[in-house]
Nanobody, 115 residues
Framework: QVQIVESGGGLVQAGGSLRLSCAAS????????MRWSRQAPGKQRELVAA???????DYADSVKGRFTISRDSAKNTAYLQMNSLKPEDTAVYYC?????????WGQGTQVTVSS
């Protein structure tokens, strides 16, 4: 069992930056694949970024070059650094930990980008 708590969301102007944090507890953090997804009003949830236990990363085309996912196993925390934010990045951002077919989700953190 893994407990996930996201933080760091907020209101930012277009072009600004935010860093989201995902604190995981209850299991061995280092073995989990960590992912950030987002869901905008009226839209399906989409995968934004992922990082493997070994540190390999993958990004949605819409955020490549602007977002960076990372992880700190000593702190049991994953991060999403978001730069050059756009109004279309506005969404609730969710962190989840995956191990095989089993996944654990947090409650989400709201990111709002004003134009």
């Amino acid at each position: 069992q893994v407990q996930i708590v996201e933080s760091g969301g907020g209101l930012v102007q277009a072009g600004g930056s935010l860093r989201l944090s995902c604190a995981a507890s209850g299991s061995i953090f280092s073995i989990y694949h960590m992912r950030w997804s987002r869901q905008a009003p009226g839209k399906q949830r989409e995968l934004v970024a992922a990082i493997t236990p070994g540190g390999s990363t993958d990004y949605a085309d819409s955020v490549k070059g602007r977002f960076t996912i990372s992880r700190d196993s000593a702190k049991n925390t994953a991060y999403l650094q978001m730069n050059s934010l756009k109004p279309e990045d506005t969404a609730v951002y969710y962190c989840n930990a995956m191990l095989g077919a089993v996944g654990y989700w947090g409650q989400g953190t709201q990111v709002t980008v004003s134009s």
